[in-house]
């Protein structure tokens, strides 16, 4: 018995959809979840001294991928920990440039700064980041191909114009609000 058009046309696209790499995806090798991430980039990290394991780490997560202007591919990955014993919390923020054998090959603190996204050499952040080693602020940072943080400099939202959100979940949807 012949299998109706509809449900194998819908089960094509499925397989596409659920095969297929983004349009515009680096072909790089992909982490298959948190856990897998951070058993294998925690440790590496803990051995390179990058993180104290005397302060309390409260986020690591892979930021993004940028690519150097000669090509090569670097993980960017954002870490926050949190000092312990003080009368206050305080926290150390920082973006950790990664290449491929998980070695660390610059970094620079964000204090309130977040990573949003990367586009081709260039990391942006939600907001300025001041480095004493380059000597100035900015919210748009570049890498070389030795993967350092070669250059701070400044995007404003306008600059953005073209950028799309990559969503991880459906968008919720909006409710109005009742009168108070």
Known sequence: MPMPVRPLVAVLIASLVFVAAPLGAAPAARLPSWQDFYRIVHPALVRQEVIDPRRALVHLACLCEARSPGG????????????????????????????RQLKVTDRIEIATAHGLYCDGASIILDRPAESPRLGQEGNLLRIDDGGRISSLGEIEAAGMEGIRPVLSSRPSLTRPRSAP
């Open 72 to 99: 090569f591919l670097f993980r960017v990955v954002e870490v926050r920990e949190l000092v312990r014993g003080g009368p206050s919390p305080r926290g150390v923020n920082q973006l950790l440039v990664l290449d």
